[in-house]
Each structure stands twice: as structure tokens, then as C-alpha cells.
């Protein structure tokens, strides 16, 4: 090096670079440093933007861009001219060669910087001044050619005739610097217009896909596109969005960057569509079958022509193949930089065994210290760039898959038949599109792990058998021995969650029924029986869980005691073999080992990864090749006439397919198949289908939309392109507001839309919700009643003005009023001109129809007038029909209209509750979070767990500080003599990369024949290494099993906590508290506290104490670092608080962009026969699009800002480990080195990369997770909570008489609602029979929440057998009264559970009263009074679960009983004999009856009218009905209309 050197300067091998030479700078140091560097950097970087894409639009001049693109190339040209003078004279200044490589590199950079900067100037930065740094590098040559400058003034060789090739020179020079002053002048010249303007335009060239919402002016404009090589290894073009998030300026997904052009869903789902095309028409060809359409893409299979064939077709097409073919080069080029990377990891150990030998030798020149530590830097570097574009590129390719496979998913459910569709859940099918997406995006990371670990695995265990020869078969043996035990762990884990799981569920299931069914558990104090249940799942749940958690202390224990255990075999086993241990082994096997075990705890996840991947894509296979709609072979296309609308003849569907049915088990819809011989429909007439339940009806409809299979015969319909209005009987509601429900997609018009809200009878509705028709309804509409829910879907389908509709049933879940309103102003009135096909019930309105057609098991019976018709409908008069249809539908018309305004009174009341939004805490997480855990693991518990990781640190940091002290204190004379011969031959520069040049000088050692060891210091020393290593082992396995035992104890505590506050919470919370909400907490939050947090919150407290060993060993081992720690440090906080903020936000908007997709498609899924009947699929399709895209936007962003910090942190390491070898170096010159404290240094320095972004993202992490903490604690201490006091103990028998007294009661439902109870007061004697009655709202249902105390009086009191009733605690008082509540309320269990709950009755007490209620017959068909019930009783209709809840308010022994119209769902029969069970059995009991038909009531003893919670009217019902003028009397009249 020193020679080289010399030979270009033309000085002394000595001094080969002077910097001071006759009192100026020497001049090769002047043109080496000061001249030929900076122009290598400015080249460097000026090429990093030779790749910046041109911009579309045409290119004004710009002075200032023309000034500096001139001088640069002027400059280029003045460079290459100097050679020629420079190359003549020979002068006296320096060698030739240095003037040419001097000039010839300053030619080149500014080549490349103008060429660059031509690049630049016609992309979109053309309208600012481009990058400052690259207009920054041009100012570093300028000192040289200021120092050249002066040097010529000094000697005056500038004006010397004698030397006309110095004047020359000196001329070139002068230009050279005015050209500078040109370029300066050219980059300070103003630019006309704002950058945002041209990033705006161009960004909108790139975005397929327009987002209406989003305001322009403030965007980030699209993600890395036209940037720079720099800018995209270091993202600097994350930095404004980074900015923003640390302003707190992130306030919506919408203010991310847009996706880069290649990532956009709309291109890469046009690639992989176009792929699924060419595989399935190759097929097709190879088949030689008749389509050439995609199953996928088209709805042509060519099912009714050949089934066979198609089937083959579909199943030829693999996503697989096809994902191979649209990403494949792109993903398998990845494996390049991959194993590059690899490689450039082992240069760290092999470059520090070469420095640690150089450090011992103390006989090799400098150089090779300076070349080592280059290379060290060199190597970190760039592997540092290679690992980290790896993992972008590759997220970016997962980006790409995932939304593909989304949108094939999505598509193929829009376009797949309904009846292959049946044969999956909606879960099940949403699941496709979450977990099994996820699972297969987990292959492409583990597919390159797969082929790399052993890779790495293998070359490690070479490189350490370079180091200490035979002594590595115990390592191979340990590693061969570990990869069976932790698949073994592995599976054991996977095969104990997934029996945690199926508890966790059923706690979940129990929780959603406890939360459905809260006011009736509450009424009947049933608290204690759910706490049970749920904590004995709980129990079953923990159980596994603790299995799980110990088998991961096991898996943890291995992970960290194996780096010890493994290297104290290595040094043992050489040692006992007769060799001597030197720091460079020592040091350079301590690294390899650090390398050999991530492969091996990380190959077993790795495999599971690949398989869960393998089964997932298997199972979206299957539904990707279900048969698709055929409309083409379903429908006629030659029309019968011009005046038909439908006509079907000899037509033939099924709900099933026939050709499979040997192998398919039938649907449970499939026992009807429909037959139609002969039905024409005319334009323009209206066609009702009448048939009993079961008959057909809706088959029929479905049949004419093409939901069915068609097996047969014929059919035609008019306008098939244009689609048919679909008002189906399940009304179909999307998660949007009223407006945009009836839009579906269409432009608004007011007058049509007034007159659509108008017929369908929504005015009204309307004026009441909180917003109008802007109010959004929830999920299915669950804000709406059924008769809303109904008129709204009626109301879509007239506002898309089709020519045929098709109405199943519309007419269901409204009352006779409504109805009526339907039929003459819609069906009849908006829809007077329309083709309409109307199934319906409800004869009465029929009477106008033009035709009827009579269904019978999926034939027609007959067809004809209504006239004709209706009589065989009818089997008896008209009236009771009706009225009996309506016992059945609904209470009757007064109740229905009851229920409808109840319906309102308490969306009134909880209108502002409902819509409470969760609240989200933002910000860091608060130190109260963290407290709260800590105490829920137990003080003790916690400070011992951090007490064992500290020892378990220090026990490891002290064994390595060992090994140093053990090499240090070896006789300094056997060192050398062992070491001279590691000085080796082989040139320096071969150092670089070629493995077996970084070998070769290593395998000269291990012929050396090896002085004897001085055995008993030998002895010593591996005795003390031993037990310090024992003693890290034991630590460990201490700290992973108290850690365990930790996590599960704040588990327990903190599900009980929040178990026993939701217990006692009160009413109110629930109602205005959504149940997925408070689920939320039992089951994610509460999963993330048992599993994901602790795991997290394990690896955080690994790596700090990790990094704070690591530094506690760098700084003891070189002081001096901690200079350079100190900056590096404040750098490292500042950057991780940086990256903290942003990233919080950005996984939020993850999360809030995530929940969307799946809830478009469930919503999709479940309304498809809508979406398909109207022809809205495109649009669907296009939402979910957007969706999407929305969602990746941010899924980018977020992992695109880790890879920002993971850069930057690399770097600080590459700085970390260059500083070390630097300080060695210097500190070897001056004899002050310990190679073994080096060694020891450098050894740690090259993991502190991985543990500074570990470090940073388990923070992050464990910060998300304490979210939940945050949350369950929330709820733990903010419920609002049921007063728990008792102030008097009543005896056993209250109340005795039955006495219930209201005094001066005023009660509302929240502070700041009206009171809904205001002053009440009256008196119910013992034994009485009284039945309330009143309008909606006037507070009779508040009289029994106010009796139960399920809302706390605001004044006044009710006394019960003359006891106040609030001086009783809850349990006692709710227990000795008995309530039949309106909703009947069913557990899953068996119905002796459901019926005595405690278990304190006999068999015989339970028969009897099933027989008093009627049910024993249904009872003993079921299985008796242990059969299952299922959730919410579903094996029970309606009218029988009201029974079961009457027969448990028989079972109670209380003197008052509280009926909420406990008979609404039973016909007349069994309500009269009820009523007579009721007196029968009650006859000496207070009964207080609501009514909402008032037969019921009409022979008890008083009646109570209610009016705007008062007393209105209290008398017998013969009095009050005689009374003019009277509530009652009115009532009852309106009643019997």
C-alpha cells in the first residue's frame, strides 16, 4: 500500500503522503484527499438519480436548470483539457499519473452530475431547484482548487514565460472556478412555481383509482416513484410523512402517501387477472374444450353443456401457477440479494479474526489493520443496504399477492352460483379473505428462510471447523439434537392452543349470551350461575394456556442458555484436546456461534409457517373452483313476443345439483325442487303468488333471477342486461345511511327520491331518526325495526327504475295501515305501469292483482282471477284471518304500532347513548397501564422476574469477560510464536470477498504444532468458565419459568377483575354500550393479555437487558468508544421517538382501514341475490377495490416507516463497529490494545444492529398490546356499578303479604333525559290482579325496571310489604320477586338448566309445571329435561321459549309477580289456557300485568292507565270502559277497530 502510494506521489515509501511540504499542503495530498475523493462522492451520488423517471408533460425552459446543466458539462470538458498541458510539462509540481487519474475523475463526476442533473430537469422535481445535498457536493472540490490557486500565486509559475504549460494550466483553473460561480448563481436563481402544484398533477396521472373525499392541495403525492437511487436505499422520501406523524398531523388513512404505480390494486389485479386468462385458456387449448373463458373472470363454464369438462377446466387453473406466473421472477430474484446478504453477514466474523490476529501479531504493517477495518465497515455497509431492500422489496411483492388474492376472492363470490355457494358459512368464507390470506402471504417470507437457514447453517459449522478443527462435532451433535426437540415443543404448543382456542370460544359464546340476555340474568339474579360457568371455561382455558406458556419458558430456555452451552463445549473440547485457546479463535467462534443459532430455533416456525400456508391455499383453491353463474345456458335469449315479460316452460330447478347427488350430501334446502309447466307473465301486469309456507313462492322468484340450477326446459325473460328490482323477504340493509341504502349507487334526484319515500311510507320514519335519511344504520340494520327494515329495501328497489319487479313478501312486517299505504301508493301507484311478480300472505290485498297463481310443493296448483283464486286460499272468512295472521305476526295493530313506537321512545331516549363512540386514547400509553400490570403480576413477582434477567445478563456478560481474561493472561510469548504464522501470504486484496481467501491464511494455524498447555492453569480456568456457565444456565431457566408463572397470574387476575365488574355493572351500561364492544374486551384484548403481550413484553425485557450488557462489555473494553457512544446514543433516541409517533398512527389507520373490507364483504355475501338481481356487481367490485387500496395505502406506509428505522439503526451500528476497529487500531499503534478485550468488544459490536431495531420494535409492539391492558383496565375501573350495600336484613319469607306501594316515584333514564317515572304514586293490596295499560312511552315498562331497581329512583320510594325497597340489597330484593319479561330469554344448556338455573327443584316440581305451561309433550319429543336447548333456545319456536319463561316465574314461590305481555307469540288457544294456569296458580299472589291487548286484562281487578309517566287512571275495567272520555275507554275502541 505504502509503495503504491509512494510510486503515484513520487515520495519515500516512508511518508508516502506528506500533508505539509515547504510550508504549503503537499500537493498529492491535496489533489488525493482533497480533489479526487470528493469527486468520487459527487459522481456516486449524482448517479443515484441517473434513474429518475421522466414526467409525462412537455418540459418549459428554465434559466436557472440551463446554467447549471451547462456548466457542469463546461467544467467536464475544462477537466479533460488540463490532462494536456498537465501530460506535456512534466513540471516539477507531481507525477504524471496523478495529474491523470486527478483530472480523469473530475471529467467524469461532473459528466455524471450534468447528465444527472438532465434527468432530473426533465422529471417532476423540474420545478424546484432539485436535491440541496447534490448541489452541496459540488461546493467539496472547491478548497483543492483554492489551494492549487494559491499555490500558483506564491511561486508565480502562473505568469513565467518560461513555463507556457503552467499559464495554460493556471487559465483552465480560473475557468474551472467562474464556471463553479455559474452553477452557484444557476442553483440560487428562483423557480416560477410550487412544488406542489407539479406533484399533484403527476399524482393524479398515477391514480387509477379516485378517492371523491379527499382534498388534493395537501397530499403527499405518490410513494417513491421518481426518486433516487439515495433516496430509495435511505427512503428519504419517507421524511415528510415521518415529519407529519411526529406533528401529530396524521390524522386520517387518507393523509399516507398513494401507492407506487406498480403496487396499485387496479394494475397488479389487471396483471394477475390477465395471467388466470392465458393459464385458463391454455388449458382450455390442451383440453380442447369449448370455452375459453376464465372460471374467474367470465360467468361462461359451459356448466349445462358439458359438466365435465368444465369442472376439468376449473380445476386446471391453480392460483398457485398463476401467482407463480404474474410474480414469480420478481419474488425468486429476491433470493440474489438474499443470499448476498448472507454472505456479506459472515464477512463480520472472518474480518474479525483477521483484526484480532493483527491486534495480537504486532508484527504486521498497518495497512492490514486499516484494510480490515475498511472492509469491516465495508461489509457491515452493505449488508446493512442488501438485507434491508430485501425485506422492502419483498413486502412489497406480499402487498402485490395479497391483493390479488383479496380481489379473486372477492370476485369469484360476486360471480359464483348461489347454490355451490350454500355449501360455506359466511364466516367461513370472510375467513378465505383474513386468516387464510394471511397464512399464504406467511409462505413468502418463509420460502426464501426455507432455502437459506441451512445455507447458513452449513457454512457457519464450515467456518468454525476452519476455527477449532474437530473440537465442532459437539456443536453439530447439540444442533442436531435441538432441531427434533423444538419441533417437538413446537407441535406440543400448536396442539395446546389449539384446545385453548375451542375453550376460549365457548367462554366467548357463554359472554355473547350473558351480554344478549343481561336485563333477564339481572331480573332474575342469575349473576353468580353465568360467573360460574364462564369462570370454569376460564379455568379449562388457563389450564391449556399454562401449558402453552411453560413450553415456551422450555422453547425460551434453550434459545438463550444454548449460546453459552454451545461454546463452552466448543472451548472445552478444544482444550481437552490438547490445544491452545487464542483470542482470535475465542472471538471468532463466540460470532460464528451467534450466528448458528437463529437458524436453528427460527427452521421449525419456519416449516409450520410453509405448511399453514400449504393447507390455506388449498382451501381458497376449493372455493375458487366452485361453479360459477351461467346466464348465457340459463336464460332463452329469442324472445316469444314482444308483450312478454317472463314466460317459463316445462321449466325444471333445484336448489342442489342432481349430477352429484350420489356424492354430495343434499342441502337442507334442497328437498324442494321446483317444476313450472307453463307461466307467462304480460308487461305491465301484476301477478300475485299465494301458497302456504314451504310451497314454492320465493323459489319461484329465485328461480327468474337465476339463483337456482335449471335442469331443464325453458325460459325467457325481457331486458336481462338491465337487471329486475329485488325486494327479498329477509330485507337486505347495508352498513351506510338510509339515503345511500335506497341510492345503491345511483345519482340522486330529489323528486324521484321524494316520491319513492313517499310510497314506501317513509316520511315519517325518517323525521324521527336522528339525522334523516343521513342517519347511518348499523350492521344489518340493526337500528331499524323490521318494518323499517322492509320498506327501506322496497324503496331501493323502486329508486333503480327497472322494467320487472319482483316482491317477496314486502307486505310482512308492517301493520294493516302501512300495508294498505303499500299496495295503493307503490305497488299499485308508483309501480302502476311496471311488470310486478308479488308473493305474499296476506290475501286481503290481492283482490287488484291481475292474476294469481296458486303454489303448491314447487308446482302450480292453478291460475286465474282473484276471484277464482282467493276463495281456495281463504279456507275461512276473511276477518279472522286476518286477525288470526296478525296473533301470529305481530300483537295486533295497536301492538304493532306499539312496538313501533316503543321502538322509538327508546331510540329517543338512547339516541345520543347508541352512538356513542369508543374512545381512543391517544398519545403514548399512560404509566397508569403499566402500573396496573405490574401489580396484577404481583409486586414481588415482578421485581424477582426483573432481578433474574439482570443475573441471567450479567452471569453471560461475565463468562464472555472470562474468556478474554483467560486469552489476556496467556503467556504473551506463546501468543506471537503461534500467531506469526497467520501473517499470511496471500495478497490483501483477495480479502474482500473470495471465501477461501479468508480462510487460507486461517488453516496454516491448525498445522502448527501446539506448545503444551499449562494443564493446571488450564484446569482453573475451564473450571471457573464451567460453573459461570452453569450458573447462566440455571438463570436462565429460572427467569423463563418465573416470567411464565408471572404472565398467567396477571391473566387470571386481570379476566376476574373485569369478569366481576361487567357482573355488576349496571342497565344502562349495556344498553348504550354495543355487545361487540364489551366483547371485544372478553375476547381480543383479553387474548392479546394471556399470549401476545407477554411474549412481546419477554422479548423487550430480553433486549434491554441485552443492550445494557452489551454496552457495559464495549465500554469496559474501550473506554475511548464512549465518545462516539455518547452522540450515536441521543441520535438513537431521537430517531426511535421520531419513528415511534408516526408508527402508532400509521398501525391505526391499519386497523381502521382493515375492518371495512371484511365488513363490505360479509355485507356482500349476505346480500348477493340483491346485488346480482340489480346488476350492481362492477360497482361492488370497484368498492372493494377502493377499500383495499385504502387499506394497503397504510399496510405500506406502516412497513415502509420500519424499514426507514431499520436503515437508520443499521447505520448507527456500521458506526458502532467501525469506531471500535478504528480505536483498536490507534490504540495497537500505541501498544495500549488488549486483543482480548477487542476481540470481546468487536464481538458484541456486530449484533448491536439486531438489537437496537429489536429493541425499538418490541417496544413498539408491547406498546400496542398494553393498549389492551389500557383497555380491560378501562372497564375495570370506569363502569358505572350497581349499588352493592345492604342496610336491612329482611326474613326469609319477605315480602308475606304481597303489598306493593309507590310513593311520590320520579325516575329517568339518564341525568339530563325527562323523567320518565314523575311522581308516581298508588297501591297494589295484597292478592291483587292489576293490569297496566297506556300509550307508548307513558312509563308502564319503567314501573317494573323501577320495582327491581334496575334504575335507581331520583326521589320517592316503593315499598314492598312496607319495607323501603332501597334500603334491601339487590340479590335479596330481585330474588323474592318473579318477572315473565316481553323478550324471552334461552342459555345453551338443557332445559333443566334453563329452568332452575340453581338446581334447587325436583324433577317432579320441574314435570309439573311443563305441564301447567303445556310444554311436557314438546319436552319429551326433545329427549326430556336434559336435552340442549342450543344457543338462545333455537331448537324452541318463538311461542314455546315465552312458555319455558313462564313455567320459571311457576317455579318461584314470590308473592309479586311482574308480567310483560308474556303471551304475544301464542295463538288464542293456548293463551286462554294460559291465562287460567296464570289465575289458577297465582290466585292468592300480587300479579301486575303491561298489556298490549287488552282482552288479556280484562278481568282483573283494576286497571292502571299510565299517561307521560303519571297516574292517569286506576279503577276496575267495568268502570273505567262505562266512563266517558275515558283513557281505557278510548284505548279499547282503538283496539277493536
Known amino acids: 500500500m505504502e509503495n503504491i502510494l509512494a510510486g503515484l506521489c513520487g515520495t519515500s515509501p516512508e511518508d508516502p503522503l506528506p500533508v505539509w511540504v515547504h510550508g504549503s499542503i503537499g500537493h498529492c495530498f491535496n489533489q488525493l484527499l482533497l480533489n479526487v475523493i470528493p469527486h468520487v462522492v459527487l459522481a456516486v451520488v449524482s448517479a443515484c438519480f441517473l434513474g429518475t423517471p421522466r414526467s409525462g408533460s412537455g418540459v418549459p425552459c428554465r434559466p436557472g436548470w440551463v446554467c447549471r446543466i451547462a456548466s457542469s458539462l463546461i467544467l467536464s470538458g475544462l477537466f479533460l483539457a488540463d490532462t494536456i498541458p498537465a501530460t506535456i510539462s512534466q513540471?516539477?509540481?507531481?507525477?504524471?499519473?496523478?495529474?491523470?487519474?486527478?483530472?480523469?475523475?473530475?471529467?467524469?463526476?461532473?459528466?455524471?452530475?450534468?447528465?444527472?442533473?438532465?434527468?432530473?430537469?426533465?422529471?417532476?422535481?423540474?420545478?424546484?431547484?432539485?436535491?440541496?445535498?447534490?448541489?452541496?457536493?459540488?461546493?467539496?472540490?472547491?478548497?483543492?482548487s483554492i489551494i492549487t490557486l494559491v499555490w500558483y500565486y506564491r511561486s508565480g509559475a502562473a505568469w513565467s514565460p518560461a513555463h507556457p504549460a503552467a499559464s495554460c494550466r493556471f487559465i483552465i483553473l480560473c475557468l474551472q472556478l467562474a464556471s463553479l460561480l455559474v452553477y452557484a448563481i444557476g442553483y440560487l436563481l428562483p423557480t416560477t412555481s410550487r412544488q406542489d402544484f407539479s406533484i399533484n398533477r403527476s399524482w393524479q396521472e398515477d391514480q387509477p383509482i379516485s378517492e371523491p373525499e379527499i382534498p388534493v392541495p395537501d397530499q403527499l403525492g405518490v410513494a417513491e416513484d421518481g426518486e433516487s437511487w439515495l433516496s430509495r436505499f435511505f427512503y428519504l422520501w419517507m421524511n415528510p410523512l415521518m415529519k407529519r406523524g411526529y406533528q401529530w398531523k396524521l390524522n386520517q388513512p387518507q393523509d399516507v402517501f398513494v401507492l407506487p404505480r406498480q403496487l396499485q390494486a387496479t394494475r397488479v389485479c389487471d396483471l394477475f387477472y390477465s395471467c388466470w386468462q392465458k393459464a385458463a385458456a391454455l388449458r382450455q387449448v390442451e383440453e380442447e374444450t369449448v370455452s375459453l373463458t376464465s372460471p374467474i373472470i367470465a360467468g361462461d363454464d359451459g356448466s349445462s353443456h358439458a359438466p365435465g369438462s368444465s369442472h376439468r377446466a376449473q380445476e386446471a387453473v391453480r392460483l398457485f401457477s398463476v401467482l407463480?406466473?404474474?410474480?414469480?421472477?420478481?419474488?425468486?430474484?429476491?433470493?440474489?440479494?438474499?443470499?448476498?446478504?448472507?454472505?456479506?453477514?459472515?464477512?463480520?466474523?472472518?474480518?474479525?479474526?483477521?483484526?484480532?490476529?493483527?491486534?495480537?501479531?504486532?508484527?504486521?504493517?498497518?495497512?492490514?489493520?486499516?484494510?480490515?477495518?475498511?472492509?469491516?465497515?465495508?461489509?457491515?455497509?452493505?449488508?446493512?443496504?442488501?438485507?434491508?431492500?430485501?425485506?422492502?422489496?419483498?413486502?412489497?411483492?406480499?402487498?402485490?399477492?395479497?391483493?390479488?388474492?383479496?380481489?379473486?376472492?372477492?370476485?369469484?363470490?360476486?360471480?359464483?352460483?348461489?347454490?355451490?355457494?350454500?355449501?360455506?358459512?359466511?364466516?367461513?368464507?370472510?375467513?378465505?379473505?383474513?386468516?387464510?390470506?394471511?397464512?399464504?402471504l406467511n409462505f413468502f417470507s418463509s420460502f426464501h428462510e426455507v432455502w437459506s437457514l441451512p445455507f447458513q447453517f452449513a457454512i457457519t459449522l464450515y467456518l468454525l471447523y476452519q476455527q477449532v478443527g474437530i473440537a465442532f462435532v459437539g456443536v453439530f451433535g447439540l444442533a442436531l439434537l435441538l432441531v427434533p426437540i423444538n419441533k417437538v415443543i413446537a407441535s406440543c404448543i400448536m396442539v395446546n392452543n389449539k384446545e385453548m382456542l375451542k375453550h376460549k370460544d365457548a367462554r366467548v359464546k357463554l359472554m355473547t349470551e350473558f351480554l344478549r340476555g343481561i336485563r333477564v340474568i339481572k331480573f332474575y339474579t342469575w349473576e353468580k350461575h353465568f360467573s360460574t360457568r364462564i369462570n370454569a371455561c376460564r379455568a379449562k382455558e388457563l389450564q391449556k394456556l399454562r401449558a402453552i406458556k411453560y413450553l415456551d419458558a422450555a422453547c425460551v430456555y434453550l434459545w438463550a442458555a444454548l449460546p453459552v452451552v454451545v461454546s463452552i463445549t466448543i472451548f472445552i473440547t478444544y482444550v481437552l484436546l490438547g490445544h491452545q485457546l487464542t483470542a482470535t479463535k475465542v472471538f471468532t467462534a463466540l460470532a460464528l456461534v451467534g450466528m448458528l443459532i437463529l437458524p436453528l430455533n427460527n427452521f421449525p416456525w419456519v416449516l409450520n409457517g410453509t405448511l399453514e400456508a400449504k393447507v390455506s391455499l388449498d382451501r381458497i383453491q376449493r372455493f375458487l373452483e366452485l361453479a360459477d353463474q351461467d346466464l348465457e345456458t340459463y336464460y332463452a335469449l329469442d324472445s316469444p313476443g314482444t308483450d312478454t315479460a317472463v314466460e317459463l316452460q316445462c321449466a325444471a330447478f333445484s336448489w342442489t345439483p342432481v349430477v352429484e347427488e350420489s356424492t354430495m350430501q343434499p342441502l337442507p334446502t334442497g328437498t324442494l325442487q321446483l317444476y313450472i309447466e307453463n307461466l307467462s307473465v304480460r308487461k305491465g301486469m301484476l301477478l300475485g303468488v299465494v301458497g302456504k309456507v314451504g310451497s314454492g313462492k320465493s323459489s319461484l322468484l329465485a328461480a327468474i333471477t337465476g339463483e337456482l340450477i335449471k335442469q331443464g326446459g325453458r325460459m325467457h325473460v325481457c331486458?336481462?342486461?338491465?337487471?329486475?328490482?329485488?325486494?327479498?323477504?329477509?330485507?337486505?340493509?347495508?352498513?351506510?345511511?338510509?339515503?345511500?341504502?335506497?341510492?345503491?349507487?345511483?345519482?340522486?334526484?330529489?323528486?324521484?327520491?321524494?316520491?319513492?319515500?313517499?310510497?314506501?311510507?317513509?316520511?315519517?320514519?325518517?323525521?324521527?331518526?336522528?339525522?334523516?335519511?343521513?342517519?347511518?344504520?348499523?350492521?344489518?340494520?340493526?337500528?331499524?325495526?323490521?318494518?323499517?327494515?322492509?320498506?327501506?329495501?322496497?324503496?331501493?328497489?323502486?329508486?333503480?327504475?327497472?322494467?320487472?319487479?319482483?316482491?317477496?313478501?314486502?307486505?310482512?312486517?308492517?301493520?294493516?295501515?302501512?300495508?294498505?299505504?303499500?299496495?295503493?301508493?307503490?305497488?299499485?301507484?308508483?309501480?302502476?305501469?311496471?311488470?310486478?311478480?308479488?308473493?305474499?300472505?296476506?290475501?286481503?290485498f290481492l283482490e287488484k292483482a291481475d292474476a294469481l297463481v296458486l303454489i303448491d310443493n314447487g308446482r302450480i296448483v292453478k291460475t286465474g282471477t282473484p276471484a277464482d283464486i282467493l276463495p281456495l286460499v281463504e279456507a275461512f272468512p276473511k276477518i279472522k284471518d286476518v286477525d288470526k295472521r296478525q296473533k301470529d305476526k305481530a300483537p295486533d295493530e295497536q301492538g304493532q304500532k306499539e312496538a313501533i313506537e316503543a321502538e322509538e321512545e327508546e331510540s329517543t331516549q338512547n339516541n345520543y347513548l347508541i352512538h356513542k363512540e369508543e374512545e381512543k386514547k391517544e398519545g403514548a400509553v399512560a404509566f397508569q397501564v403499566y402500573k396496573a400490570y405490574w401489580v396484577a403480576v404481583g409486586s414481588c413477582l415482578a421485581l424477582s422476574i426483573l432481578f433474574s434477567l439482570l443475573l441471567m445478563q450479567a452471569s453471560r456478560n461475565i463468562a464472555d469477560w472470562w474468556l478474554s481474561y483467560w486469552i489476556s493472561s496467556l503467556p504473551q510469548t506463546e501468543n506471537t510464536s503461534v500467531m506469526v504464522c497467520s501473517a499470511s501470504p496471500t495478497s490483501p486484496e483477495l480479502l474482500l470477498f473470495p471465501i477461501v481467501g479468508l480462510v487460507s491464511p486461517v488453516q496454516t494455524l491448525d498445522t502448527t504444532p501446539d506448545p503444551p498447555n499449562g494443564t493446571l492453569d488450564v484446569n482453573f480456568?475451564?473450571?471457573?468458565?464451567?460453573?459461570?456457565?452453569?450458573?447462566?444456565?440455571?438463570?436462565?431457566?429460572?427467569?423463563?419459568?418465573?416470567?411464565?408463572?408471572?404472565?398467567?397470574?396477571?391473566?387470571?387476575?386481570?379476566h376476574s377483575r373485569l369478569l366481576q365488574r361487567a357482573l355488576k355493572a349496571t342497565v344502562t351500561f349495556f344498553d348504550t354500550t354495543p355487545t361487540g364492544r364489551i366483547l371485544n374486551r372478553f375476547s381480543s384484548d383479553l387474548y392479546c393479555v394471556d399470549d401476545t403481550l407477554p411474549f412481546m413484553l419477554n422479548i423487550f425485557l430480553a433486549n434491554v437487558y441485552g443492550l445494557l450488557g452489551m454496552l457495559v462489555i464495549i465500554i469496559y473494553g474501550l473506554p475511548w468508544i464512549g465518545l462516539v457512544l455518547l452522540p450515536l446514543s441521543a441520535l438513537y433516541f431521537s430517531i426511535q421517538r421520531y419513528y415511534r409517533r408516526t408508527s402508532r398512527e400509521l398501525k391505526r389507520f391499519c386497523s381502521i382501514t382493515l375492518s371495512p373490507i371484511y365488513t363490505h364483504f360479509s355485507e356482500t355475501l349476505s346480500g348477493l341475490s340483491s346485488i346480482r338481481a340489480m346488476r350492481a356487481t362492477q360497482r361492488f367490485e370497484l368498492e372493494n377495490q377502493l377499500r383495499l387500496e385504502r387499506n394497503q395505502r397504510c399496510l405500506f406506509a406502516s412497513n415502509t416507516a420500519m424499514q426507514w428505522l431499520d436503515i437508520r439503526l443499521q447505520m448507527i451500528g456500521v458506526a458502532v463497529i467501525t469506531a471500535i476497529a478504528g480505536i483498536a487500531i490507534v490504540q495497537h499503534q500505541k501498544q495500549l490494545g488488549n486483543p482480548g478485550l477487542v476481540g470481546l468488544a468487536l464481538s458484541y459490536a456486530l449484533s448491536v444492529t439486531n438489537l437496537l431495531s429489536g429493541l425499538i420494535s418490541s417496544f413498539t409492539v408491547t406498546e400496542t398490546m398494553m393498549v389492551s391492558v389500557e383497555r380491560t383496565e378501562e372497564y375495570t375501573t370506569d363502569i358505572p356499578m350497581e349499588p352493592q350495600h345492604k342496610v336491612v336484613e329482611v326474613a326469609d319469607d319477605w315480602p308475606s303479604q304481597g303489598l306493593v306501594e309507590f310513593q311520590q316515584a320520579v325516575l329517568a333514564y339518564q341525568a339530563g333525559l325527562p323523567n320518565a317515572l314523575d311522581g308516581v304514586t298508588f297501591t297494589v293490596y295484597p292478592g291483587e290482579k292489576v293490569g297496566i295499560v297506556g300509550r307508548t312511552g307513558s312509563g308502564k315498562s319503567t314501573l317494573f325496571l323501577a320495582i327491581f331497581r334496575m334504575l335507581e329512583l331520583k326521589s320517592g320510594r316503593i315499598l314492598l310489604d312496607g319495607i323501603d325497597s332501597q334500603l334491601v340489597g339487590l340479590e335479596d330484593l330481585r330474588s323474592r320477586l318473579a318477572i315473565i319479561p316481553q323478550d324471552p330469554f334461552l342459555f345453551s344448556g338443557s332445559i333443566r338448566e334453563n329452568l332452575d338455573p340453581q338446581g334447587k327443584r325436583t324433577d317432579a316440581e320441574l314435570h309439573e309445571v311443563l305441564e301447567q305451561c303445556h310444554l311436557w309433550d314438546a319436552v319429551t319429543q326433545m329427549g326430556g329435561l336434559d336435552s340442549q336447548l342450543g344457543e338462545r333456545g333455537k331448537s324452541l319456536s318463538v311461542g314455546q321459549r315465552q312458555l319455558v319463561c313462564l313455567a320459571r316465574a311457576l317455579l318461584t314461590q314470590a308473592k309479586v309477580l311482574c308480567i310483560d305481555e308474556a303471551t304475544a307469540s301464542v295463538d288464542q288457544q293456548t293463551d286462554q289456557l294460559l291465562q287460567q294456569t296464570i289465575r289458577h296458580r297465582f290466585a292468592d299472589k300480587t300479579v301486575l300485568t303491561i298489556a298490549h291487548r287488552l282482552n288479556t286484562i280484562l278481568d282483573s281487578d283494576r286497571v292502571l292507565v299510565m299517561q307521560a309517566g303519571r297516574v292517569a287512571e286506576l279503577d276496575s275495567p267495568a268502570r273505567l270502559s262505562q266512563k266517558d272520555g275515558s283513557l281505557f275507554q278510548h284505548l279499547l275502541h282503538s283496539g277493536q277497530q
Open 91 to 144: 513540471q516539477e509540481l507531481s507525477p504524471v499519473y496523478l495529474e491523470v487519474l486527478a483530472n480523469g475523475t473530475a471529467a467524469l463526476a461532473w459528466l455524471t452530475h450534468g447528465l444527472a442533473l438532465l434527468v432530473l430537469f426533465r422529471s417532476i422535481r423540474r420545478s424546484t431547484r432539485g436535491p440541496a445535498a447534490l448541489a452541496l457536493l459540488t461546493l467539496l472540490p472547491l478548497p483543492s
Open 324 to 440: 407463480h406466473t404474474a410474480f414469480g421472477l420478481r419474488f425468486y430474484s429476491l433470493g440474489f440479494l438474499k443470499l448476498a446478504g448472507n454472505l456479506l453477514n459472515f464477512s463480520g466474523p472472518l474480518l474479525l479474526n483477521l483484526l484480532v490476529s493483527f491486534m495480537e501479531s504486532r508484527q504486521e504493517p498497518l495497512s492490514h489493520g486499516v484494510l480490515y477495518a475498511l472492509g469491516l465497515f465495508a461489509g457491515s455497509f452493505l449488508g446493512a443496504v442488501l438485507r434491508n431492500q430485501f425485506s422492502y422489496e419483498l413486502y412489497k411483492v406480499m402487498l402485490m399477492v395479497r391483493a390479488t388474492v383479496i380481489s379473486a376472492i372477492y370476485r369469484k363470490a360476486l360471480r359464483v352460483s348461489s347454490t355451490s355457494l350454500s355449501s360455506f358459512t359466511v364466516g367461513e368464507i370472510v375467513n378465505f379473505m383474513s386468516t387464510d390470506t394471511s397464512r399464504l
Open 719 to 844: 331486458d336481462l342486461e338491465q337487471g329486475f328490482g329485488l325486494a327479498t323477504q329477509e330485507p337486505w340493509i347495508q352498513f351506510t345511511t338510509v339515503r345511500e341504502n335506497i341510492l345503491f349507487g345511483r345519482e340522486y334526484d330529489a323528486r324521484l327520491y321524494e316520491e319513492v319515500v313517499e310510497a314506501c311510507a317513509l316520511s315519517e320514519d325518517l323525521n324521527i331518526l336522528p339525522a334523516g335519511d343521513l342517519t347511518e344504520v348499523g350492521e344489518n340494520g340493526v337500528t331499524l325495526s323490521g318494518g323499517q327494515k322492509a320498506r327501506i329495501a322496497l324503496a331501493r328497489a323502486i329508486y333503480q327504475e327497472k322494467e320487472l319487479y319482483l316482491l317477496d313478501d314486502p307486505l310482512a312486517a308492517v301493520d294493516a295501515d302501512v300495508a294498505n299505504h303499500l299496495m295503493q301508493k307503490c305497488i299499485l301507484g308508483v309501480l302502476k305501469h311496471k311488470t310486478r311478480i308479488l308473493c305474499t300472505h296476506r290475501t286481503e
Open 1021 to 1054: 480456568y475451564l473450571v471457573v468458565y464451567g460453573s459461570i456457565a452453569g450458573a447462566n444456565s440455571l438463570l436462565t431457566l429460572l427467569r423463563a419459568f418465573l416470567f411464565a408463572y408471572g404472565a398467567l397470574r396477571a391473566a387470571t387476575v386481570i
